[in-house]
DNA sequence: TTAGTAAACTGAACAGTGTTCATAATAATG
DNA sequence: CATTATTATGAACACTGTTCAGTTTACTAA
């Protein structure tokens, strides 16, 4: 049974809910650049201050909608099949979820991984997205086919290529690129061979 | 000899290079973020509406600065010397010229890389020092052991992998990175060595 | 030297931003 | 119903980039 106090929290935490789902949808609509607190006043028919009662601040608002973004990317990375013979076809796979991922939510990706902190100080623990990633590697390093048998630095340099094109298509999406797709598929493979052992083509 | 409007537009020239001298002098003491037109009028001892004089806005301001900052980059790049037996060595060590610059020039290639344009779409020409990168790309084609010939996708590719891991560093400093050298090291060896025909190791 | 013109400069203002706080409105409780 | 919590807010603070009507300075022609 709960309690009055229970209830409480309750309205609060949907309340919280709605002014995070207003956030959202006027980031989808006018991008991040455009997303302020007055805006988010506006759209939900309250003073400026009232959401000051449900958070500390616009980046704490931003940082729970780019929680709940990388969720959706751990979901998704979770439902890629691993069959224990192809590591490699594997961890192929997750690099390209997490570049369609972060292509898709442009906005929150450009907030988690392409601005300062404004508290650079406290240390930074990775997300389970990455975690993922890093079991893919070692599944990878396990099978003996992979050149490093340092996980952490392997997973971390295939992390840094990835977010390098990523972030770069979305900063210059004016730049003129190669085809996406066939540059694409080229970065993961390369990137990816180049940790390997020993390396015969086609 | 020259003119009165010579003149007159060698001291407008020279008070546009005192006023980014300044900004220059801000950022690196106080970082970008701190960097705002009315500071910078203060360091001028002027009005803020006199900088607009030279300076169409802020942005072209900081596109100026960031520009003279390839310059330096592609300056470097230029004095590593390119031995015709070893394009590979040769492309390594403008990657790691890349990556060190990045590092020091932080603020300035946050700016150029990390930052949305305000007018994303007009065309964007790649900078002297892409080329360069480019052409190292370009020698090792030639040579024949890379496995793809395609210059142009290749070389964004690679930069792509040196970005991501320059950016990372610079936004995400307190992330519990392995051992930076060597992390540098062993990306830059995998994105040139996945670019072979074969490899064969050790 | 002086009057008139052109160039250079600036204070104040506009329209924004994130955030705080005393006060007012509302809801819960004795 | 009166009192106490809770919740909400208008106004203000300290910033931001940018504009513009005036003012000051510099230059030119008489």
Redesign the pocket.
């Known amino acids: 049974m709960p309690t ?1 106090k229970d209830k ?1 929290q309750q309205i ?1 935490h949907d309340l919280k809910q709605t002014i995070l789902q207003h956030a959202s949808t006027i980031i989808q609509k006018h991008g991040i650049r455009q ?5 988010l006043a506006l759209e939900l028919e ?5 959401i ?2 449900y958070f500390n ?3 704490e608002i931003l940082n729970q909608l780019v929680e709940s973004a990388f969720e959706e990317l751990s979901h998704r990375l979770k439902t890629i099949d691993f069959q224990e013979d192809q590591p490699l076809a594997y961890l192929k796979h997750i690099l390209r979820a997490y570049i369609d991922f972060g292509l898709e939510q442009h906005d929150h990706y450009q907030f988690a991984f392409m601005t300062s902190r404004t508290k650079p100080n406290q240390p930074l623990q990775p997300h389970e997205a990455f975690h993922i990633l890093v079991n893919a590697v070692k599944t990878c390093v396990e099978a003996g086919i992979f050149i490093s048998t340092d996980i952490k630095m392997v997973s971390q340099s295939i992390w840094a290529c990835i977010h390098g094109i990523t972030s770069l298509f979305i900063v210059l999406p004016n730049f003129p690129w190669s085809e996406k797709e066939k540059l694409i598929q080229h970065h993961i493979d390369i990137l990816v061979d180049g940790n390997l052992k020993s390396l015969k083509r086609k």
Chains 1, 2 share one sequence.
């Open positions: 009055f409480k609060r997303f302020s607190m007055r805006k309250c003073s400026p201050a009232t000051y009662l601040n616009k980046e």
